[in-house]
């Protein structure tokens, strides 16, 4: 048996680059002043935080002033949405899409529960979105629109710059969680509609606890987190600097990978995606193949549990992830699926395959030798496969 772990759920969360480690490794135990401090000491990490935003406003094309450190992706969702929708005290409307993450869905509907209206966008069943239908429901009563850059389940990218562009010429405030896409598809907001967009250290390689928010020039958002005056008054509490040293250097290493994403990372997504497409019966591609992350793949293998894949891949040392959440006995598909209309018995037996720069072809040859045995045994154990 192998005892590595071959590691495909970058998704879930990504491996610390080693050069972020040492980045951030003086920041603990020698430089760890508070940036607010009146001393030397402590004022002296304030310049490494501004280098940190530096870094990040290059990966994202915008000016270091519009970056706003939090805590990680749900921080930002939160404080984007929240932060503009009490910008915008008269309007009571949001709209954002049925497949996003619930760090973003789980505050629409805390919204809707405040009496705002929440207009949640379909899909097709290629994990596309509707862009019709939100032309149709902007009106003069929306706050603001949130909708995913790219889906973290199947990896769909939405057409965000045509998105913004629409939202936009509303004048209604538009965000997008691009937790899933920043690093694996370059940006240039300078150059774009977009208002606010989130994103996390740990899906880039830097530590978890650490995220951004992008909040261009002149948006309004009202203070999500208060207290002391860090971040120019926008996010209170004291800075995470080992993390947010962190973050900049995976940004600045980012900026230098993405061509790797979409050449070498995407061979070997598109290398294990089609050789267990044709080596496992009744298996299907979940997602747009098109308008898709580099490193992700979703793919059902009809008449068997998701959990029950994994369980035995686990055994082969492998990591992925299922898109059935096992909730309280009960194993309902994801929303994700249910929203692309994925079929009972597909959605039940989906697994997510997320790679990243660390993977090697040593890795995705292991696991297509695998994959067919794993399901075969299943498909024997199976009460729906006629025997
Ligand atoms: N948004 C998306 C699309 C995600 O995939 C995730 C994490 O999986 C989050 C938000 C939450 O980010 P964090 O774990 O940094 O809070």
Same mark, same amino acid.
């Given at each position: 048996m192998r005892m590595r772990t071959i590691y495909f759920d970058n998704n879930a969360t990504t491996r610390v680059a080693d050069e972020v480690l040492e980045e951030m490794? =003086?920041?603990?135990?020698?430089? @760890? &002043?508070? =940036?607010?401090?009146?001393h030397t000491f402590g004022g002296q990490t304030s310049r490494h935080i501004s280098k940190a935003r530096e870094q990040v406003a290059n990966l994202l094309g915008c000016?270091?002033?519009e970056i706003i450190f939090t805590s990680g992706g749900t921080e930002s969702d939160n404080a984007a949405i929240r932060g503009a929708v009490a910008a915008a005290p008269n309007k009571r409307k949001v709209i954002t899409s049925r497949v996003e993450h619930p760090a973003v869905l789980s505050v629409c509907r805390e919204v809707e529960n405040h009496g705002y209206t929440v207009v949640e966008l379909g899909v097709d069943?290629? &994990?596309?979105?509707d862009i019709g239908e939100l032309e149709e429901r902007?009106?003069?009563?929306?706050?603001m629109v949130t909708i995913m @850059?790219?889906?973290?389940?199947? &990896?769909v990218i939405f057409p965000i710059e045509k998105v913004a562009e629409l939202v936009g010429s509303r004048g209604v405030v538009f965000h997008t969680d691009a937790v899933q896409a920043v690093g694996k598809i370059s940006m240039n907001l300078s150059k774009s509609g977009i208002d606010l967009l989130s994103l996390s250290g740990h899906k880039l390689h830097a530590p978890k606890g650490v995220g951004a928010l992008y909040v261009r020039k002149g948006t309004r958002i009202a203070p999500f987190m208060l207290g002391g005056h860090q971040e120019s008054g926008r996010r209170a509490g004291t800075e995470n600097v080992p993390g947010i040293v962190g973050l900049g250097k995976a940004c600045e290493l980012a900026a230098g990978h993405i061509e790797e994403e979409n050449t070498k990372v995407k061979y070997l997504r598109d290398k294990l995606e089609d050789a267990l497409l044709a080596k496992c019966a009744d298996s299907r591609l979940n997602g747009d193949k098109k308008n898709r992350l580099p490193n992700t793949s979703n793919i059902s293998f009809e008449f068997i549990e998701g959990e029950a894949i994994l369980l035995l891949l686990d055994k082969f040392g492998i990591c992925a992830s299922s898109g059935s959440a096992c909730t309280s006995g009960s194993l309902e598909p994801s929303h994700v699926m249910r929203a692309m209309g994925v079929p009972f018995t597909a959605a039940h037996g989906s697994i997510r395959f997320s790679l990243s720069r660390y993977n090697t072809e040593e890795e995705v040859d292991y696991t297509i030798a695998k994959m067919p045995q794993i399901v075969n045994q299943l498909r024997e154990l199976s009460p729906f496969v006629a025997k």
């Open positions: 490794k =003086p920041f603990f135990c020698k430089l @760890y &002043g508070n =940036p607010s401090s009146m000016d270091p002033s069943k290629s &994990g596309r979105l902007l009106d003069d009563d929306t706050a @850059y790219a889906n973290n389940e199947t &990896g």
